[in-house]
């Protein structure tokens, strides 16, 4: 299955501690979007990336949460002293360079925060 | 931000029922995309649109990119019971800016089909 891959699928952590998100991008594909979806709402925009470089990140808060793709291995959304309010499923796709606009996205990681 | 409107929110129908469903923004769009959701799972892409006007099919799915370039709407023909889930609408802002790839959502239409 050469789909978008994310792990893990459900994650829980205590308030302060730190959440790390993976996500290995669609085989060929070398540009990767992160979003959050609460419940009953449609998902935000988070961050772009591509390989080693953050090119959007417009919808990322600028504390606590940070993101990397690194030239090795899986893209990483990393969220520092987590608060309650930072529980929700992050979805995280993936394009080629000549579609971007076509996103496949992986199955997700649904974080709580206790 | 951008904001998209969808409609309906929910809706309920019998199997072999054909199904409409839209999204509205109150500015210009120049791409739209149509996704599925089952519960637990991430969203699938249905359809993609890059040019007012164009009506695309990807068999029983039927969607269009709205001639004001503020609109697209997604039919679904004789609905079957894995019809069930969430389907959102998404697209690009024609403002924008350069290298921004970012979709913006719609909050999504429930569907549900009674066999």
């Known amino acids: 299955n050469a789909g978008v891959m994310q792990n893990p699928r459900h994650l829980v952590r205590r308030r302060g501690q730190e959440a790390r998100l993976r996500c290995s991008p669609m085989k060929g594909h070398s540009h990767v979007y992160w979003y959050r979806q609460l419940p009953e709402e449609g998902l935000k925009f988070m961050v772009y990336l591509q390989k080693e470089n953050i090119i959007d990140e417009s919808g990322m808060p600028k504390e606590r949460f940070s993101a990397e793709f690194p030239k090795e291995g899986p893209s990483i959304l990393r969220i520092q002293q987590v608060v309650r309010g930072d529980s929700a499923a992050y979805f995280c796709?993936?394009?080629?360079?000549?579609?971007?606009?076509?996103?496949?996205f992986g199955p997700g990681t649904r974080l709580t925060v206790t | 931000g951008q904001q998209l409107n969808q409609s309906p929110q929910s809706m309920f129908i019998q199997e072999g029922e054909d199904v409409s469903m839209n999204c509205t923004s109150s500015s210009i769009f120049n791409t739209w995309l149509w996704y599925k959701q089952d519960p637990g799972e991430g969203p699938v892409l249905l359809i993609a649109l890059y040019k007012a006007g164009e009506l695309t099919s990807n068999g029983r799915l039927t969607a269009q990119f709205g001639i004001t370039r503020k609109d697209s709407f997604l039919n679904i023909s004789a609905s079957i019971p894995s019809d069930v889930g969430i389907y959102f609408c998404a697209g690009r802002s024609a403002y924008s800016g350069a290298g921004s790839y970012q979709l913006t959502f719609g909050k999504g239409t429930k569907l549900s089909v009674i066999p």
């Open positions: 796709a993936s394009s080629s360079g000549a579609v971007k606009y076509e996103q496949y």
